[in-house]
């Protein structure tokens, strides 16, 4: 194994036990799951190993293929930590996620550095996720200790009336392998503020991250049992976990097809869900006087983590009159984009996820100029032989996308921005709500009428104006139509996700 990371920080209590009846090959570590605060071998016993998107002959290590019984227990040392954890004093949880936000920051150049090995992000945008998921546990520190319920005037002498917010008990987290470090903190870290117990299933591609962050929590001073880890697949851990009935909420980022499933489960015994779920964000340019700032912060958006990104933009959609010039500067900047291994100082675009991704993305490409769509920039993979020199695709553009084009209309998830022209705003409009997702969207423009419209009927979830798709790291966080359901995450609107209310009359 070529990587230079063979261990994982040290912890206080768990350190993870090498099993000689489990021996992985020769180099290659083998990780457990987290269950109780041991470190556990999965009870069928059986791993599946991981591989570098830059160098996929590269094996990263081996991970439990947990069962429905590796779960229940998992979920067992969650319900059984419930109580204790409901009953911890508040501001003792939101210490331990202070100490969680400032270890993040400590261990930001190992954790980023195998967040570039799993996912294949470069570097700096690796170190850059651990820095915002530091940022998010800190202001969920913050929370734990800030009012939460109210007290009302009561319609009788002698009886008061308030409200309480209480845990759910038992919240399964479910997240993707996009941002393998920030989405499971933006789950874990409000769950714990507000009194709940997790069980933790991490994408099957990105396992390495959470089994980091795992020795984190630990080191932070969380208690045996409070989060649990379980690795494997959604098929099997996933839909175990789901299902349990000992579950009160399921967490879960992903696609709108799982996703779906998800809320169709979670409905027959009446569980809660927050779903934050995929995007097709268009970026509408209108009357814009800065074209070269909005070509620069749509790229910037497009083509982070090579697209990959449930906020990415995906469209551009652009009046006829300032379609050209936008093309040319979109053209400049991607041209500056730099592909290849994310541990590379000078890459600025990292691989793609997994071959599968790949293939995937490859497949639009193709399909988009068989259609007749002009390819400015880019329009195929970037190795001839992806399972030896890796997961690579060109940033590519497309001009003159018709509206009915899966281009336009499909989540892609990968390095490809379709610009559509229009005519009128009114249009630009109605092309924008056009497709099942709500996710977020912005505006180039420096008009201010165009901006009241466009915040006002645009369905999207997040509105930016002038501004690519980021967000920020203490503002509510979610999508309308297909693109989510249950409450927004990220900041204080969590809470109605991770706390049920409860109405307590006192007579005296
Ligand atoms: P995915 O296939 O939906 O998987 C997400 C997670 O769900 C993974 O851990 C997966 O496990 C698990 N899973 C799969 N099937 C399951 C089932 N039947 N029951 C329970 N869990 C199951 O999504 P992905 O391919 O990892 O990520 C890409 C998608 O995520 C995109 O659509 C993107 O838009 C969306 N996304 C949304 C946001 C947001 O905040 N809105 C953020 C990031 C990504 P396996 O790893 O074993 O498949
Ligand atoms: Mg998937």
């Not at 630009?428 to 912005?442: D, H, P, V």
Request: aromatic share 6%; hydrophobic share 40%.
């Amino acid at each position: 194994m070529s990587n230079h990371i063979t261990s994982d920080p040290p912890s206080r209590r768990t350190p993870e036990p090498v099993h000689p009846e489990h021996a992985a090959a020769p180099g290659v570590h083998r990780h457990l799951n987290l269950i109780a605060g041991q470190w556990v071998p999965p009870s069928g016993g059986a791993y599946y190993s991981i591989r570098n998107p830059a160098r996929p002959g590269e094996c990263l290590g081996e991970f439990a293929n947990s069962t429905a019984a590796d779960v229940a227990a998992a979920v067992g040392a969650a319900a059984g930590a419930a109580s204790a954890w409901a009953d911890t004093p508040a501001p003792q949880r939101g210490a331990i996620l202070s100490r969680l936000a400032q270890l993040l920051d400590d261990s930001r150049d190992e954790l980023a550095r195998i967040v570039t090995l799993e996912q294949g992000k470069a570097l700096g945008e690796a170190a850059g996720e651990v820095g915002r998921a530091a940022a998010e546990a800190r202001f969920m520190a913050g929370e734990a200790a800030r009012p939460v319920g109210s007290t009302y005037p009561s319609e009788r002498a002698g009886l008061s009336c308030q409200t309480v917010a209480e845990p759910l008990g038992v919240v399964a987290t479910i997240s993707p392998w996009n941002f393998p470090v920030v989405t499971p903190v933006r789950k874990i870290a409000p769950a714990l503020a507000w009194g709940n117990t997790v069980v933790f299933k991490p994408a099957m591609l990105t396992p390495w991250s959470a089994v980091y962050l795992m020795h984190l929590l630990d080191r932070a001073g969380l208690p045996p049992g409070v989060v649990n880890l379980i690795t494997g697949s959604g098929s099997v851990a996933g839909e175990a976990l789901i299902h349990d009935a000992r579950v009160g909420g399921i967490s879960f980022t992903g696609s709108t097809d799982v996703g779906r499933r998800i809320y169709e489960g979670a409905a027959r015994r009446l569980a809660r869900v927050q779903l934050e779920l995929g995007g097709k964000n268009p970026a509408v340019v209108f009357d814009c006087e800065d074209l070269d700032g909005a070509a620069r912060e749509i790229v910037a958006a497009a083509f982070l983590c090579s697209g990959q990104r449930c906020t990415a933009i995906s469209r551009v959609i652009v009046s006829d009159d300032q379609a050209e010039a936008l093309a040319g500067r979109i053209v400049d900047y991607v041209s500056r984009i730099k592909v290849g291994d994310g541990l590379d100082p000078e890459t600025t675009m990292g691989p793609l996820v997994s071959h599968g991704q790949l293939r995937s993305v490859a497949q639009y490409v193709r399909d988009g100029i068989a259609s007749g769509c002009p390819t400015l920039a880019g329009g195929r993979a970037l190795t001839e032989d992806p399972e030896r020199d890796g997961y690579y695709h060109a940033p590519t553009v497309f001009d003159r996308v018709p509206a009915d084009s899966p281009l336009a209309l499909e989540e892609i998830f990968g390095p490809v921005l379709p610009i559509l022209r229009v005519h009128s705003f009114e249009d630009a409009i109605a092309i924008a709500n056009s497709t099942r997702y709500g996710l977020a969207a912005s505006l180039f423009t420096s008009r201010l009428g165009y901006v009241h419209d466009f915040s006002r009927r645009v369905q999207a979830g997040m509105i930016h104006i002038n501004h690519g798709t980021a967000s920020q790291a203490h503002v509510p966080f979610g999508g309308v139509k297909e693109s989510g359901q249950g409450a927004y995450s990220i900041g204080h609107t969590a809470s109605e996700f991770y706390t049920n209310v409860k109405a307590v009359y006192v007579r005296w």
